[in-house]
């Protein structure tokens, strides 16, 4: 079975200042990773994922994210905040094979002070 | 190409009531998967199309649930008997064969 952990509910940072976001997976196969980025009322747009290969992986919107297999961590990071990055981030987990279902994590409510 | 269209974006029911969802998947992509969204939690699976053929459903998906997607197009799902407990996003997605989701906008329930 695989598993999802954000660390920290909720997470708050000024304009400009550097956003982190935890999450740590737990899989019995090698996994595909995935964050995706969630506005009130809508669903849910891809920021970047993670199949094979490079282990830094960089998304939209200026996000990247490094998969560490020794951690089992795939953390997403930004250098400089901006206010329209307030949203709920979520980091999934799928296995390669078979449907490929994704097993999210709770998510991370980002909010932006000026 | 404009991307997965769920229908409604939002619904009121009364408990008891008969409710059903649409999805419209992007064209080329064969699979096509429903989620469950409750207030402050992440998308839980529910089921999964390779086509027209429902490959793998959540225990979640019960009895009350069921989800066709007949010659391999547009996805409906159904709730028999709403539950003041299936209040939620309901999210599809479709695929390609390969990685990479594209969700719709999803559907609001409320049942009173």
């Known amino acids: 079975a695989q598993s999802v952990t954000q660390l920290g509910s909720h997470v708050s940072v000024s304009e400009g200042a550097l956003v982190l976001l935890r999450c740590n997976y737990s899989?019995?196969?090698?996994?595909?990773l995935f964050w995706y980025v969630q506005y009130p009322n809508q669903g849910l747009q891809l920021l970047l994922k993670?199949?094979?290969?490079?282990?830094l992986v960089k998304g939209i919107n200026g996000f990247e994210a490094e998969f560490k297999k020794s951690e089992t961590s795939f953390h997403l990071t930004k250098p400089s905040a901006h206010m329209s990055d307030a949203a709920e981030y979520f980091c999934?987990?799928?296995?390669?094979?078979?449907?490929?279902?994704?097993?999210f994590g709770q998510g991370t409510r980002l909010t932006i002070n000026p | 190409d404009t991307g997965v269209s769920q229908d409604p974006r939002h619904k009121i029911t009364k408990r008891g009531q008969n409710v059903t969802f649409r999805c419209d998947p992007i064209?080329?992509?064969?699979?096509l998967y429903w989620y469950r969204q409750t207030l402050g939690q992440g998308p839980e699976f529910l089921t999964y199309?390779?086509?027209?053929?429902?490959?793998?459903k959540s225990r979640l998906l019960s009895d009350r649930f069921s989800a066709e997607r007949p010659k391999g197009s547009f996805s409906t799902l159904e709730i028999q008997r709403t539950e003041q407990g299936d209040s939620a996003m309901y999210l599809c997605?479709?695929?390609?064969?390969?990685?990479?989701?594209?969700f719709g906008s999803g559907t609001r329930l409320t049942v009173v």
């Open positions: 997605a479709s695929s390609p064969h390969q990685t990479g989701y594209t």
């Open positions: 993670y199949t094979t290969g490079a282990t």
């Open positions: 064209s080329e992509h064969n699979r």
């Open positions: 199309f390779q086509n027209e053929a429902q490959l793998e």
């Open positions: 899989s019995s196969v090698p996994p595909y």
């Open positions: 999934a987990v799928s296995d390669p094979q078979g449907a490929q279902k994704l097993v």
